[in-house]
């Protein structure tokens, strides 16, 4: 499977982004979605993921309650919806895929990666 992944962008604190994820390549409906991000100088770290069928998601303690992950499987997308950005949120954000059924927090456990979008949160 290819992604690729936009939406990202320079955005004041408080402010809202929504990121997409485009898949193509074998049946996305087949793969567990996840964002990560990276700041500089830093790991990749886990942001969010949702199951195959999208009725199961996870997120990291930092953003729950003000991101929210998606999918349209007819459509073939991800998305994350970012809202009450703060500067910290600042990191360049990936889309991965894993063909499992289980969610994983770990970005070893994800073979396919899209190139990176850039957030940027300014205060």
């Known amino acids: 499977v290819q992604l690729q992944a936009s939406g990202g962008g320079l955005v004041q604190a408080g402010g809202s982004l929504r990121l997409s994820c485009a898949a193509s390549?074998?049946?996305?409906?087949?793969?567990?979605m996840g964002w990560f991000r990276q700041a500089p100088g830093k790991e990749r770290d886990f942001v969010a993921a949702?199951?195959?069928?999208?009725?199961?998601?996870s997120y990291t303690d930092s953003v729950k309650g003000r991101f929210s992950i998606s999918r349209d499987n007819a459509k073939n997308t991800v998305y994350l919806q970012m809202n009450s950005l703060k500067p910290e949120d600042t990191a360049v954000y990936f889309c991965?895929?894993?063909?499992?059924?289980?969610?994983?927090?770990?970005?070893?456990?994800?073979?396919?990666w899209g190139q990176g979008t850039l957030v940027t949160v300014s205060s």
């Open positions: 991965a895929a894993r063909s499992d059924v289980e969610i994983s927090r770990s970005p070893r456990m994800y073979p396919y």
């Open positions: 390549g074998r049946a996305f409906s087949g793969y567990v």
């Open positions: 949702i199951s195959r069928s999208g009725g199961s998601t």
